[in-house]
């Protein structure tokens, strides 16, 4: 499926913006963002809890098709909260761009989780057993079983190092 590229603009308009820039020429491209969401050593996952009350996690993540995808265990409370809830919200930070990616997750399955394996492992070296349609990682003890989740991202934002800059991405 071939990616579309977002609209990007000004996050803040000249009234709102101080001491925030309104120079056009400011907005970064969405490939620039997406290119250091890829890069980025860990996300961190924020979802919700079934009172409402946040839930953060430092996770493992990839793009791949217009996506982030992240692992988790089935039982983890992240999750849990993610097949109750699919809104969520992804957050790195580079040297370049510090980025906030609202989406939407779907755990994933059969044939769909072959290029998510082949990037989980490209990336970080983290190979994946497939048994019975289910993911285990065979190389800890007791062989745990993961799960992953494509997050489509609904809107991001990025802000500049310089902290005066900042992009709204909408999909």
Not at 13 to 25: H, K, L, N, Q
Request: include cysteine; charged fraction near 25%; charge should be negative.
């Amino acid at each position: 499926m071939p990616e579309t590229e977002p609209t990007a603009e000004l996050l803040f308009s000249a009234a709102d913006a101080t001491p925030m820039s309104t120079d056009e020429a400011t907005i970064k491209p969405w490939a620039q963002a997406r290119d250091e969401l890829a890069a980025a050593p860990k996300a961190w996952l924020s979802t919700s809890r079934a009172d409402g009350r946040p839930h953060v996690m430092p996770v493992l993540a990839v793009w791949s098709d217009g996506a982030v995808h992240v692992s988790t265990r089935p039982g983890s409370i992240k999750g849990q909260n993610l097949v109750r809830d699919p809104r969520c919200v992804v957050t790195v930070g580079t040297e370049v761009i510090d980025l906030v990616v609202e989406g939407k997750a779907r755990r994933l399955g059969g044939r769909e989780l072959d290029p998510v394996i082949a990037a989980f492992d490209a990336k970080y070296g983290w190979r994946m057993a497939v048994r019975d349609g289910r993911l285990y990682d065979e190389t800890l003890p007791g062989a745990p079983e993961y799960v992953f989740f494509a997050i489509s991202p609904t809107t991001a934002f990025g802000y500049g190092p310089d902290g005066l800059t900042a992009t709204r991405w909408r999909f």
